[in-house]
């Protein structure tokens, strides 16, 4: 996991469902049911990353317990105390067979256009390298430009597309996959792209 002056990623832990949760309301806010974190971090095929500020001063506990958002996760929170931590990020994959998928990436809306969700998608790639996967897909929509320039940047294709794939809208999801990122092309293309990624943000 990255560790710089300014932000670190780690594993996602149930003290963060609170800020998670809120981030994933803020940038996908008709997205229905809500993700069940608590069930996805004791999946044994889910890997949730949260990307921390660690310029930021600490959080006052009771004060994120008052969160609207938690009323909606309220049969356990007075088991697990809620961090501290300023989460300005996140991102879930799946490992299937071989196949790394990723579920959810986002970055608060005060913090983007930073590299962050850049540096959330490398993680989530070398995490994926790490558990054995062969490659990587996602779903994203079609009318996400943005989005699917970034993962294009790190060799991601177009591959298909899942016709009126989201419930909000109806929209299109286009399904984008990598090249084998096993493979010591890819291995050192990624390599030199995070730290063309740490030059451009200061994050060596």
Same mark, same amino acid.
């Given at each position: ?9 780690? @594993?996602?832990?149930?003290?963060? *469902? ?30 949730? +990353? ?7 001063? @600490? %959080?006052?506990? =009771?004060?994120?317990?008052?969160? &609207?958002?938690?009323? +909606? ?26 196949? =790394?998928?990723?579920?959810? *990436? ?8 930073? &590299? +962050? &969700? ?5 993680? =989530?790639?070398?995490? =994926? ?15 996400? +430009?943005?989005?699917?320039? %970034? ?8 591959? &298909? ?13 286009? *399904? ?29």
């Amino acid at each position: 996991m990255v560790s710089t002056a300014q932000y670190q990623v780690r @594993p996602m832990t149930e003290a963060d *469902i609170a800020q998670v949760a809120d981030i994933e309301f803020e940038s996908f806010p008709t997205t229905w049911p809500r993700t069940a974190y608590r069930r996805e971090l004791s999946n044994r095929l889910a890997r949730y +990353l949260v990307l921390v500020d660690r310029s930021h001063d @600490p %959080l006052p506990p =009771a004060t994120e317990k008052r969160r &609207g958002l938690m009323n +909606l996760l309220r049969r356990r929170d007075d088991e697990v105390e809620l961090t501290t931590d300023y989460i300005v990020g996140y991102v879930g994959i799946w490992l299937m067979v071989d196949e =790394a998928h990723i579920v959810a *990436i986002a970055v608060r809306e005060k913090q983007r256009r930073k &590299g +962050l &969700g850049e540096l959330l998608l490398t993680e =989530a790639i070398e995490l =994926a390298l790490e558990n054995r996967q062969e490659s990587m897909s996602l779903e994203v929509r079609r009318s996400n +430009l943005n989005a699917q320039a %970034l993962y294009e940047k790190y060799r991601f294709l177009k591959v &298909g597309v899942r016709k009126r794939y989201y419930s909000d809208d109806h929209e299109d999801a286009i *399904i984008m996959s990598t090249p084998p990122i096993q493979d010591k092309a890819y291995r050192e293309y990624l390599d030199y792209m995070r730290k063309t990624h740490a030059k451009r943000w200061s994050q060596e």
